[in-house]
């Protein structure tokens, strides 16, 4: 299934291999790369928790777990920076949805407060 959210062919293609591994010990992967970064991109752009991810990506938490790693080493930041570049070199209009800057927010899962602990409310 594709959401609108989806990165076109052409979209992946420009920054594809930003995704992938450096070496090749972490060369094999259960889930397709497109797929987990159509994934972040689904909880980004709908404003959802991770857990909500529709069934159909891959689990919530190995999508979360490559989200943390790539927003860590750079990867979206570095995969925003050639899109833009390359528009700008075509001048093929406006910017690709606001995929790092987003993304950077959205780096907590969702899991329910613990309670026992004091608020200032409480106080």
């Not at 259960?30 to 909880?43: E, N, Q, T």
């Not at 949805?97 to 959205?106: E, I, L, Q, W, Y």
């Amino acid at each position: 299934m594709s959401y609108p959210s989806d990165l076109s062919d052409a979209e992946w293609a420009l920054i594809e291999h930003h995704f992938k591994p450096k070496d090749r010990r972490g060369s094999a992967s259960k889930h397709p790369r497109k797929r987990i970064v159509d994934a972040i991109l689904y909880v980004v752009e709908g404003g959802i928790k991770w857990r909500m991810l529709p069934k159909d990506f891959p689990p919530w938490q190995t999508v979360y777990d490559h989200f943390s790693r790539w927003n860590k080493a750079g990867v979206w930041e570095a995969a925003l920076d050639e899109i833009n570049a390359r528009r700008r070199k075509k001048s093929i209009g406006p910017a690709p949805r606001a995929m790092p800057s987003s993304t950077r927010k959205a780096s907590r899962p969702s899991t329910p407060a613990r309670s026992g602990g004091s608020t200032a409310a409480s106080s």
